[in-house]
């Protein structure tokens, strides 16, 4: 009876301090969630978003802040972070930092959707217009179009923030319009300027937010910050969607292509170029890339390979260096989103020579005379090591071989000249008679 009085006991206190812990872990306060983000707005970004709202959620986060420099990105990937974050059950700061940090054209409406948005000195926010990835302006009833729904969408999420930011925000996609933190600031854009995230913590400690419809007085003065880490695939794909890394994978890929074509058999350029063009194609359509500077990029590629068949003297390879640089200059649309200049010279020219040197022996190499092997024998000289009437024994090539005289006969010591090889054996003639 004692025992399973015990018993009971023992289970009671064990589910008592189940509930306690998770209770204790679910009360809010104790610390504050951090994501570090730095590049293009892509579906990494909406991850590790999501990440961080379920790690925020069921922590006990008091706070969930964003940590963020972008020069923007995908319409349609910012729309559904901003749902995340209007959706999210734990109040969401969005930091523009570090100094000389952007939340440029789509990250201007991921911070003005935050519950709270603070800005790092040296920021900037805004220029959040519309632009196409057909490398022209859109038409202009589309143009209109877009405009007046991206205009309407920043407006209703900077609503609650005044009449100032209300006005900015629909500068900011009608008009390019960008501003300061302390600009931002003023205009009520932003809530507070911070150098760091302890800063902020103590700057939006006492701010009342609204969670879900729900007023809420955020208290985060002094408390510990805990990092959530992005995990490694999504570091390696957010590290490959940035213009220089872009261009230079499609220039690897293409090249490793064309010299596997030019060279088949070799295998590791192909593998090289096939895995470089995949990888190329994931970044450039996460930056939503300008269709026309693939096409020029493409067109330099093309006048690279003419070059190589026609008597131009190298006109077309000049044509290609240009095409090339052009296409990387409009590869992207934004000011904040470019191919470094250091980069588009530097691929340019080491392409241009890939093609003159490497691809051109490789095309060269098919016009010439085999000189090993079978084929390598016929024009070669050799000494006829017995007399040939007609058949008889040649020494070519280090080796001696059965040979057949064409005009026989021919004499031991006699210099020959081979003609044809069938099989192991070879036919010769004088090597007088080559002339004729």
């Not at 209007?86 to 000389?100: C, E, N, R």
């Not at 022209?136 to 009449?163: C, F, H, S, Y």
């Not at 026309?292 to 190298?314: C, M, Q």
Request: charged share 15%; aromatic share 8%; proline share 5%.
């Amino acid at each position: 009876m004692k025992r399973t009085r015990v018993r009971w006991w023992v289970l009671l206190l064990t589910l008592l301090a189940l509930l306690w812990g998770t209770f204790a872990q679910a009360e809010p306060g104790n610390h504050v969630d951090l994501l570090v983000f730095k590049g293009a707005v892509t579906p990494v970004l909406d991850r590790y978003l999501s990440q961080g709202i379920s790690t925020a959620s069921n922590d006990g986060a008091e706070v969930l802040i964003l940590k963020f420099d972008t020069p923007g990105g995908s319409v349609d990937i910012t729309q559904g972070i901003v749902q995340k974050i209007l959706a999210s059950p734990v109040p969401i700061v969005v930091y523009v930092a570090p100094p000389g940090a952007h939340a440029a054209s789509a990250g201007t409406f991921i911070t003005l959707a935050a519950h709270a948005a603070v800005m790092a000195p040296g920021t900037t926010i805004g220029a959040a217009s519309p632009v196409s990835n057909m490398g022209a302006d859109l038409g202009k009833t589309m143009q209109r179009k877009v405009t007046n729904v991206l205009a309407k969408d920043l407006v209703n999420l900077a609503k609650r923030r005044g009449e100032k930011a209300t006005r900015w925000a629909e500068e900011a996609v009608r008009e390019a319009k960008a501003a300061t933190a302390e600009e931002a600031l003023e205009m009520g854009v932003v809530d507070a300027v911070a150098y760091d995230v302890p800063d902020l913590l103590d700057k939006i400690d006492g701010l009342e937010v609204s969670v879900n419809g729900v007023k809420r007085t955020l208290h985060t003065r002094g408390l510990p910050i805990r990092e959530i880490p992005m995990n490694e695939l999504d570091q390696f794909l957010n590290a490959i969607a940035n213009p220089a890394i872009a261009a230079i994978l499609l220039t690897l890929g293409v090249n490793g292509l064309l010299f596997e074509l030019a060279s088949p058999g070799a295998y590791l350029p192909g593998i090289i170029g096939v895995i470089s063009l995949l990888l190329a194609f994931y970044s450039l359509g996460a930056l939503s890339a300008n269709y026309v500077g693939l096409i020029f990029i493409a067109l330099a590629f093309i006048l690279f390979v003419v070059d190589l068949k026609a008597p131009t003297h190298g006109v077309l390879t000049i044509g290609g260096i240009v095409s090339f640089v052009f296409g990387a200059m409009v590869l992207f649309n934004t000011p904040y989103m470019t191919v470094p200049w250091a980069t588009i010279i530097t691929l340019a020219l080491g392409t241009a020579s890939f093609f003159v040197f490497a691809i051109a022996k490789v095309v060269q190499s098919y016009k010439w005379k085999p000189v090993t092997g079978r084929e390598g024998l016929i024009g070669a000289i050799g000494e006829a090591r017995t007399d040939l009437d007609p058949k008889g024994m040649v020494f070519v090539h280090g080796e001696t071989w059965r040979a057949e005289a064409e005009s026989p006969p021919l004499h031991k010591g006699d210099l020959v000249v081979v003609t044809s090889v069938n099989g192991l054996k070879i036919k010769v003639r004088k090597a007088t008679d080559i002339s004729q």
